[in-house]
Nanobody
């Protein structure tokens, strides 16, 4: 199974930017570029929710809703087996543990339903007001 490690979380102030990164270790016989990749988050006392996804084939991106669209950008580097989440204009309500997730051939349009095959352990983002 693919192994995922997130990094880049921390404590920032409202309005700041932060870039999260997820490094993937892909099992033998599989190719990172064939993994649909997603970012999810879980705020305190809330369920985990989809944030953004990027397709395995052509880099198509999908974002959860207007709360993040326009402020967050997901991208991937297949040569480095990484997927990033660039976050701008952070708000206190963005405070959460952010998780990277992967699934072979998963399309981003379906990631909102959750159930990804592999998850990282998460990185905490705290936005102070």
């Amino acid at each position: 199974q693919v192994q995922l490690v997130e990094s880049g979380g921390g404590l920032v102030q409202a309005g700041d930017s932060l870039r999260l990164s997820c490094a993937a270790s892909v099992p033998s016989g599989r190719t990172f570029s064939n993994y649909g990749m997603g970012w999810f988050r879980q705020a305190p006392e809330k369920e985990r929710e989809f944030v953004a996804g990027i397709s395995w084939r052509n880099g198509i991106t999908v974002y959860a809703d207007s709360s993040v669209k326009g402020r967050f950008t997901i991208s991937r580097d297949n040569a480095k087996s990484t997927v990033d989440l660039q976050m701008h204009s952070l708000k206190p309500e963005d405070t959460a543990v952010y998780y990277c997730a992967a699934e072979y051939f998963r399309t981003p349009e379906t990631m909102g339903a959750g159930g990804m095959a592999a998850w990282g352990k998460g990185t905490l983002v705290t936005v102070s007001s």
